[in-house]
């Protein structure tokens, strides 16, 4: 029995990349969202409900929150009295998460938040940092100017007061 050049070539095309292609298309990446998205999603119900509590188990005790000056927090502590306050001030707040992406230890998300009683409605987007199954450190970042302009306040140029 002959083999053309033809049928040679194409047994050693199967013989090389048949391997080749089950190895490589059988690697998956992980699912970085199936452990850390319920640890996010609590966070996010947490601002909603005010249940602060819950924070205890899905929190590093030494937790960092960056972000403007009268939002950034050291400590589990006082990320509780920050959400305590912030629903006194706007207790219809809704979160809305727009985008989510996972990574092995980090999660970055676009959101919307709205107060419908205090015409509030901005965006934001926050990196969240994870350590040992606890979110350790945030950072959060919003349409601050947009956010004072609903509240009533109004900018103005140095020396035009």
Partial sequence: MKLSIHDASR???????????????????????KEL???VDKYNEVWQSGNVEELDAI???????HSDIATSVEGLENLKTLITDFRAAYPDMKIVSLDEVYSKDRFAGRWTLSAAG???QVWGVNIIHFKNGKISEEWDAYDNLLFMAQRGYTIMPPGQF
């Avoid at 047994?11 to 969202?33: K, T, W």
């Avoid at 929190?59 to 929150?65: G, L, N, S, T």
């Fill in 118 to 120: 205090a015409g509030i």
């Fill in 59 to 65: 929190f590093d005790p030494a937790f960092v929150r």
């Fill in 11 to 33: 047994s050693c095309i199967l013989f090389f990349m048949l391997p080749a292609a089950v190895l490589c298309g059988c690697r998956q990446e992980p699912n970085y969202s």
């Fill in 37 to 39: 998205k319920p640890l």
